[in-house]
């Protein structure tokens, strides 16, 4: 099933308890196209980079059957670069440096050859920018997915809600599903988040796994208990990666398959983590994927006899 995936390309500069790396490649599109790729091919990607950008991942997106038809190559400018430290928890960060660059004035061109997807994954970009994607698409795909931060709800609230009225899913953390619906309960922010118009709403728990809501329907899955997590830079993507090209390798968006969707996510997401930013996700096996899936079956598995 055809899959295009809306995001950035881009520089990351990262610290942990674990170590710093330099200049790496990360960005959202990154992530979820390497994650879905291992579902779903081909993976068509709409970006921009600058003429500084990595040959050598575009290379490996290609191996991998992704598509870069739709990432635009800015040869005079620099990429998007992000820096940030994280903490002993490994769940807060502090941002160090941030340059958009190529990114602050990003219009989506999308391909020909795009036209047509029936699975549409927007990353984490400015409101305006994913609702233009959703606008210059000759046909409604038949599930659109958004991905947004607390820091659009800060500054471009008026331009999210107007997207929001557009998509089928919804993925935020649980901090950004309080800000946005103004409740402390999560059950009662789906409500109201759905409301908005998504009909169904991913809220990421980081350690702690994801909810999945779906009118008055509920889904709790949890994380894997891992012995080291050394970078969790691109967990949520690499999330949505999963989740989508499950979906689209399925052709079924019932409430029951998206539950094995958000499972194969946060499986891909385990994977992540394991390492420094893409390094984990360039070279998994099926078996290896699997396998993680069923100890994330293994772990909620149980028998009981209801008296």
Known sequence: ???VVVGSMAFDALETPFGKTDKIVGGAATYI???SSYFVKPVNVVSVVGGDFDQDHIKLMHERNISTEGVQVKENEKSFFWSGRYFNDMNSRETLVTELNVLGDFDPIIPDSYQGCEYLMLGNLA???QKTVIERLTSKPKLIVMDTMNFWMDIALPEL????????????NDEEARQLSGEYSLVKAAKKIMAM????LIIKKGEHGALLFNEDKVFFAP?????????????GDTFAGGFIGYIASTNDISFEN???????GSAMASFCVEKFGTE???NLTQEEIENRVQKFVNLVAFDTVLQ
């Open 127 to 129: 409101p305006q920018v």
């Open 161 to 172: 809600m107007e997207t929001l009225k557009l998509v089928d899913v919804l993925s935020i």
């Open 33 to 35: 196209s390497l994650s």
């Open 1 to 3: 099933m055809s899959l």
């Open 197 to 200: 118009g998504p009909k169904f």
């Open 223 to 235: 994380a894997l208990p891992l012995e080291e997590v050394f970078d969790p830079t691109g967990a």
């Open 280 to 282: 984990r996700l360039k």
């Open 258 to 264: 998206m539950k094995r969707a958000i499972i194969y």
